[in-house]
């Protein structure tokens, strides 16, 4: 078993880095510690059982094998996504959690907008609840729909996505950190859209409809009539 955090960092362009750090128990940190300017507030999910599934245990040492070799995009990636299968249905919540790291971890603008296209992007969660991101997504099937990265506008962030184990072996838990100028990031949506008392977007500068989207480390603009 691991005894040692399993870390996965975030890149441009999707292929992450691998590494491992001391054993630990990361404990939830309160909102208003988190910096302006660096790293925002650690999201942590607590395991219901320090026992992982097979195929999960499969699955990261898979991945570990990217930690001494050369970076080999295809088949992290490859790897990562068997990790989100094998997490997606599993019992204990934070389990699941991981199938979420291991998406966020390979994530580009292309891929959002792939998933947003075919309607996987809908179903994760309860966005589906959310009539503005309905509109949205079938603005950008039929093609009228605008997307900004913030990225091509020098708002760069990362995501350091970590699964923990004690030093005996245990599962500990997962928690995300987002690397980001965050000050700058709500100087950009103040000067870019009003938002309205039911939480809908409209851009100023022409008076559509917009949505402003942070998905794991990953935040963009889309803006549609």
Not at 87 to 99: C, F, N, S, Y
Not at 203 to 209: P, S
Request: charged letters at 25%; proline letters at 4%; aromatic letters at 6%.
């Amino acid at each position: 078993m691991f005894r040692s955090d399993i870390i996965l960092k975030s890149s441009p362009d999707g292929t992450p880095e691998v590494s491992t750090g001391s054993a630990t128990v990361v404990e939830p940190i309160d909102d208003d510690l988190a910096g302006s300017h660096g790293t925002g507030p650690v999201a942590f999910v607590p395991p219901a059982t320090g026992i992982l599934e097979p195929a999960i245990v499969s699955a990261l040492q898979e991945i570990l094998r990217f930690k001494s070799t050369p970076r080999n995009g295809g088949n992290i990636v490859d790897s990562l996504a068997k990790l989100e299968r094998c997490a997606r249905d599993a019992d204990d919540p934070a389990a699941r959690q991981m199938a979420e790291h291991a998406r966020a971890a390979t994530m580009t603008r292309k891929s959002i907008l792939d998933e947003m296209r075919s309607g996987e992007w809908l179903r994760r969660g309860d966005r589906a609840e959310r009539e503005a991101n309905i509109r949205m997504v079938e603005a950008m099937r039929s093609g009228s729909a605008s997307v900004l990265d913030l990225e091509d506008i020098g708002l760069r962030s990362r995501g350091i996505y970590t699964i923990h184990f004690t030093a005996t072996g245990t599962f500990a838990g997962v928690s995300s950190e987002i690397v980001a100028d965050f000050d700058a990031i709500a100087r950009f949506q103040e000067r870019s859209f009003l938002r309205s008392g039911d939480g809908s977007m409209t851009d100023k500068a022409t008076g559509r409809n917009a949505n402003f989207i942070q998905d794991g480390h990953k935040f963009l603009y889309v803006v549609w009539p």
